[in-house]
């Protein structure tokens, strides 16, 4: 391209443009190629902690909502990523039906180790589950086989004043 806009006079400036919008591709195809290679360097801990961060602000937007996330540090040591894989799925379904039926405000995330035992709780401020559908949800039922697979046990409470999902992922 720059050989080309030397050459053509007049139709310089369009090669030049086109040339400009290369090269931010190739910027920014290299930033993020440089991100992916840092955050690779990352422990497996800090990695699984952001991807719950980035998956819940972009379900639960902090516009609308207020998201806390405490991960204790050892919490996920020696925790099977299968294991990891099948939460992140459990707690995007459980993100999703906060944001479709709870009208929550507030979430929090609370994800630490016991006994060599994965404990999870999330909690929101929403109106609940009806009594009737407390079970019978095709969400609720999902994260069920999922925690199930995994060697996990998955407790829904529910009142007016919001919905706590109790996971046990068990060594």
């Not at 980035?54 to 919490?75: H, T, W």
């Not at 009737?132 to 086989?145: C, R």
């Not at 919905?163 to 068990?170: A, D, F, G, M």
Request: charged share 30%.
């Amino acid at each position: 391209l720059d050989v080309a806009i030397l050459e053509e006079g007049d139709k310089s400036n369009k090669l030049n443009i086109v040339s400009k919008l290369i090269e931010k591709a190739y910027n920014d195809v290299r930033f993020a190629s440089h991100n992916l290679f840092d955050s690779a360097q990352e422990p497996e801990e800090e990695l699984f902690s952001k991807h719950i961060e980035q998956l819940g602000s972009m379900i639960l937007p902090p516009s609308k909502y207020s998201f806390n996330v405490v991960i204790d540090d050892d919490a996920l040591q020696n925790i099977p990523l299968k294991k990891r894989f099948e939460l992140i799925k459990v707690l995007k379904e459980a993100f999703v039906n906060i944001a479709k039926h709870s009208k929550a405000s507030q979430v929090d995330l609370l994800v630490y180790k016991e006994e060599e035992n994965l404990h999870v709780s999330l909690k929101d401020n929403g109106v609940g589950i009806k009594k009737n559908k407390k079970k019978n949800t095709l969400g609720i039922k999902s994260m069920q086989t999922r925690i199930k697979k995994i060697n996990g046990l998955l407790n829904v409470n529910t009142d007016k004043t919001g919905v706590e999902l109790e996971i046990l992922i068990l060594h």
